[in-house]
């Protein structure tokens, strides 16, 4: 079965050691090492690895046996060092390319020229220091993915995507936020995490924005965040936050992550009601306050913080009928307890269906 599900057809292996797999106007291209026994003939079975040779495979033959008008190429770990040698300009339908985990480190200028169709282009786990403006005729592309590749900076020639919903950057050397003024209308989510990024910017154009990933950055203060009107999951985990503040504006938030920050107390919530998860773990708060109004929460997740009693968990929590899970492992109040600090729980908060790791056995 193909990753659609549909039924593939046979796969056809050229006499490069090219396996080409097609299904439909799908293509999914593979480099698979050919077996060269010390004769120089080819073998299936050789099992003598000092005689193991790889079939070498100019970048520029890869794709000589496609038809014209493929809708998707997939190259995964296939050391590619060149998009240009791979003549994608003639793909004129093409609508997603896959290129992960190769070594491509320059995108050239014409590379993607009369690629207008496409939609999907992936770059994760490259070496990509620099896009320039190999990008600028994508005019229709939906999603990009430059996640695992060694840019400083958000690439200006993204303000020429008009189509962009979906950007990835993880793990990159992107210290600003900038550069994301042209995708305003159009972006839906944002993914800067594992980056060098100290301050929340840039992001005031981005009012269609429903979800920001920002985990894993030395950011030290929630911020510039109110015209995200239409926000619905912040992701702040493995920061340098103190304070819970700056997130009145995002009404329309559900999702909530902030673990592994330096968060003290609960605060700021107030008109975030529409809230169905939120995670402030492995911070170091004191007590569990300021969330009795949250009336649509579904998961909360307090394990590792300083909460040294549950005296204030019925108060807070058992009058939020929505709430199913609950961790508040590796608190003080879960010592001081001991073997009854689950009976108490659930006897507190007699609606949640899962305590820490553990499910709840109906009663």
């Known amino acids: 079965m193909s990753d659609s599900g549909k039924p593939a057809e046979a796969v ?47 970048d520029s033959e890869i794709l000589q046996d496609l038809p014209d008008d493929t809708e998707e190429i997939e190259l995964i770990h296939s050391k590619l060092s060149s998009v240009g040698k791979l003549g994608l300009p003639r793909f004129t339908k093409l609508k997603k390319l896959c290129l992960r985990q190769n070594h491509i480190s320059v995108l050239d200028h014409e590379a993607f020229i009369n690629l207008k169709d496409l939609e999907e282009l992936d770059f994760y786990d490259n070496r990509i220091k620099n896009v320039g403006e190999a990008l600028n005729t994508l005019t229709n592309l939906i999603v990009l993915d430059l996640s695992f590749n060694n840019l400083k900076h958000v690439p200006q020639s993204l303000s020429n995507l ?168 590796g608190n003080p109040c879960q010592v001081k307890e001991g073997a009854h600090y689950r009976r108490k729980v659930i006897l507190a908060l007699p609606q949640i269906k899962q305590l820490d790791a553990t499910y709840v056995r109906p009663t």
């Open 12 to 58: 056809e292996t050229t006499g490069d050691g090219k396996p080409q797999q097609s299904v439909g106007k799908i293509t999914r291209v593979s480099l698979v090492p050919q077996i060269v026994n010390a004769n120089g003939e080819s073998s299936d079975d050789e099992k003598d690895d000092n005689v193991e040779e790889e079939a070498e495979v100019d």
């Open 162 to 329: 008009g189509s962009l919903r979906t950007i990835y950057f993880v793990q990159n050397r992107i210290s600003h936020i900038t550069g994301l003024d042209g995708v305003g209308q159009t972006l839906k989510s944002l993914e800067l995490g594992g980056n060098k990024i100290r301050h929340i910017e840039g992001l005031d154009a981005l009012v269609n924005l429903e979800e920001l990933w920002l985990g894993k950055n030395k950011i030290a203060k929630l911020e510039n965040l109110s015209t995200l009107k239409k926000l619905k999951i912040l992701s702040i985990q493995s920061n340098r936050i103190v304070k819970l503040e700056g997130i009145e504006e995002l009404e329309n938030l559900e999702e909530l992550y902030l673990s592994h920050n330096g968060i003290k107390k609960i605060e700021g919530l107030d008109k975030n009601l529409k809230l169905r998860t939120l995670d402030i773990g492995n911070n170091f708060i004191t007590e569990l306050e300021n969330i009795s109004h949250l009336s649509q929460l579904e998961e909360l997740w307090m394990s590792n913080n300083q909460i040294a009693t549950l005296q204030t968990l019925e108060e807070q929590l058992k009058n939020i009928p929505s709430l199913e899970t609950v961790y508040l492992e």
